[in-house]
Nanobody, 119 residues
Framework: QVQLVESGGGLVQAGGSLRLSCTTS????????LGWYRQVPGKQRELVAT???????NYADSVKGRFTISGDNAKNTVYLQMNSLKPEDTAVYYC?????????????WGQGTQVTVSS
C-alpha cells in the first residue's frame, strides 16, 4: 500500500521560507512522477511543481524562481523549498505521486499540510 506523508507546513511571515517534505512508502523511483499541489477553500486544487523519474521539473508560473522541488531517494522523500513566500501562497499543500502501469494511471495523495503566510 502506497503512503505519502507530508510535513513542514506552518505559519510564516511574508518573505520567509518553508520546506515541505513528502515521505513515501518505498523508493521514489517507483513513481513516474511526484509533485506538489495546493488548494484554498472554494477553489480547485492547483499544480505547484512536479518532478519526474528522469529528473525533469515543472513549476506553476506563480512560483517560478521562488519554489524548488527536489528528491532524495535515499530518504524516500520529495521536498518543496519555498522562498520569498507571499500571502497568496497560503493554502493546504498536498503531495501527489502517480504510476502508469497495466491498469493505467494510478494516483496517490498525501493528507495535506497547511501553509499560512501572514502579511
Amino acid at each position: 500500500q502506497v503512503q505519502l506523508v507530508e510535513s513542514g507546513g506552518g505559519l510564516v511571515q511574508a518573505g520567509g521560507s518553508l520546506r515541505l517534505s513528502c515521505t513515501t512508502s518505498g523508493t521514489i523511483f517507483r513513481f513516474n512522477a511526484l509533485g506538489w499541489y495546493r488548494q484554498v477553500p472554494g477553489k480547485q486544487r492547483e499544480l505547484v511543481a512536479t518532478l519526474t523519474r528522469g529528473g525533469q521539473t515543472n513549476y506553476a508560473d506563480s512560483v517560478k524562481g521562488r519554489f524548488t522541488i527536489s528528491g532524495d531517494n535515499a530518504k524516500n522523500t520529495v521536498y518543496l523549498q519555498m522562498n520569498s513566500l507571499k500571502p497568496e501562497d497560503t493554502a493546504v499543500y498536498y503531495c501527489n505521486a502517480f504510476v502508469v502501469g497495466s491498469v493505467g494511471r494510478v494516483e496517490y495523495w498525501g493528507q495535506g499540510t497547511q501553509v499560512t503566510v501572514s502579511s
